[in-house]
Every structure is written in structure tokens, then in C-alpha cells.
């Protein structure tokens, strides 16, 4: 089976690391590729073509909001928004569905997670594998 590619969009540099080691539980999935903005991530979209994105909202030069109205533009790929400042039936999280992301999921403290994979690694992997089936 080919592994899906995955590229995380983050400006936060731990947290890039700490998506990246819960993505590593999964053998089907291959990180391609990260972003520090949306305006980075839009650079390297064609070069990477991600199967899949995790996207954080609040980052420098280009927010994740911005990031999606150009994404779907230019790509087919999922993009999943992993973000502090959108948990379930927030005004951000709505507003990430209506510009195209197909699913929300809310880091559990704070902007910078780092109990991300202890306590949401698993529910992130079934998105992102359910996405990708």
C-alpha cells in the first residue's frame, strides 16, 4: 500500500515535532514536509502534494483561515485544522468548515500541546485515516 503524505502547517516549532511524532504511530502515513505560515505552506503545496494537511489557525504573515481560501484553489488535498482556538461549535471552527476544511479538531492545551499525542493522537489518526480511505 502507497503511504499517504501528510505536511504540517504550524508556526510553533515543538509543535511541528510533537504532530510529527503522532503521525509516526501510523506506518500508512509519510510526513512530506512542514510550514512555519499559510504563505510558506502555499510555496511548498505543489512540491510537497500532500494527500493530507494538519493546519494550526493563529500563525504569522498568513493564518490558517487565509491559508484555506487560496488551499482549495490549489489542491485537492484534505485539510484537517488543529487548533487551540477552535473547539467544537466555536465561530473559527465554523468558519474553517465554510472555507473548505473537512475536519476540526481542537489541541487540548493551548497553543503549543505537548500532551497532543497522549491525549488526542489516536482521534487525530482516525480523522486522517478516515479522510484518506
Known amino acids: 500500500m502507497t503511504k499517504k503524505r501528510v505536511m504540517i502547517v ?6 511541528r ?6 503521525l509516526r504511530a501510523d506506518p500508512n502515513l509519510l510526513l512530506v514536509g512542514s510550514a512555519a505560515n499559510g504563505k510558506e505552506a502555499l510555496e511548498k503545496l505543489s512540491t510537497l502534494n500532500p494527500d493530507l494537511i494538519l ?3 493563529e ?23 488543529l487548533s487551540s482556538v477552535t473547539p467544537t461549535g466555536s465561530p473559527r471552527a465554523a468558519k474553517a468548515r465554510s472555507l ?16 497532543l499525542q497522549e491525549k488526542r493522537g489516536s ?3 482516525q480523522v486522517i485515516n478516515k479522510l484518506l480511505s
Open 10 to 15: 504550524d508556526d510553533a516549532a515543538l509543535m
Open 17 to 22: 515535532m510533537t504532530v510529527s511524532n503522532t
Open 55 to 57: 493546519l494550526d489557525i
Open 59 to 81: 500563525m504569522p504573515e498568513m493564518d490558517g483561515l487565509e491559508f484555506l481560501r487560496h488551499a482549495r484553489l490549489k489542491s485537492k488535498a484534505k485539510i484537517v485544522v
Open 100 to 115: 473548505g476544511a473537512d475536519a476540526v479538531i481542537s489541541k487540548p492545551s493551548g497553543a503549543v500541546s505537548l500532551d
Open 123 to 125: 482521534e487525530i489518526l
